[in-house]
């Protein structure tokens, strides 16, 4: 059986001829947002550097020409069809709603798992204050009791107290 060996200088001197005269090309794009479309006229926000007579590309390669400038969206004449303008904008505003929606969600989980362990921390540290105030109190009563009460007495007083504080607990 013939053993198979792969050169590495041969893979990368393969590579190199397939990539001679490539050069990658980077283009600076601003991507406006079609705010309405009808009667072959596109309202547009977000190309705040787009300039009157401009050539505006929309998505499918429709294309057209800025002519009102306002400070907050563009009028382009819309050359050619305009009806999957009108489509495109819809389905975006579809998915924006349901991107809002799902965010808006999200962030309602996030809020009430915040608040739940907000509670749990509150509870679990008002617990813990409770056994700590019941444990001075128990030993204030006992250095209380030990001075002034007989021992028979003294584990009297204990006995009611225990049971008074397990009485509240329950």
């Known amino acids: 059986m013939a053993e198979l060996t792969i050169k590495t200088d041969d893979i990368a001197a393969v590579l190199r001829k397939h990539l001679e005269g ?12 079609i705010i309405e479309v ?4 596109a309202r547009i926000s977000g190309l705040p550097e787009c300039a009157v007579n401009e ?6 390669g429709a294309l ?14 819309v050359l050619g069809d305009f009806e999957h303008i009108e489509e495109a904008r819809q389905t975006a505003d579809a998915m924006r709603q349901d991107l809002m929606r799902r965010a808006e969600e999200e962030a309602a989980a996030v809020r009430q798992r915040a608040e739940d362990d907000i509670r749990a921390s509150t509870d679990r540290a008002l617990a813990d204050l409770q056994a700590r105030v019941a444990t001075l109190s128990i030993e204030l009563a006992e250095k209380v009791v030990e001075r002034n009460l007989d021992h028979d007495t003294q584990m009297q007083l204990i006995e009611n107290y225990i049971n008074e504080v397990g009485a509240q607990r329950a």
């Open 22 to 33: 490539f050069t990658p090309s980077l283009a600076k794009q601003q991507v406006g947002r």
């Open 38 to 41: 009808g009667d072959g006229i």
């Open 55 to 60: 050539l505006i590309e929309f998505e499918g």
């Open 64 to 77: 057209g020409l800025a002519l009102n400038l306002d400070e907050e969206s563009i009028g382009a004449v």
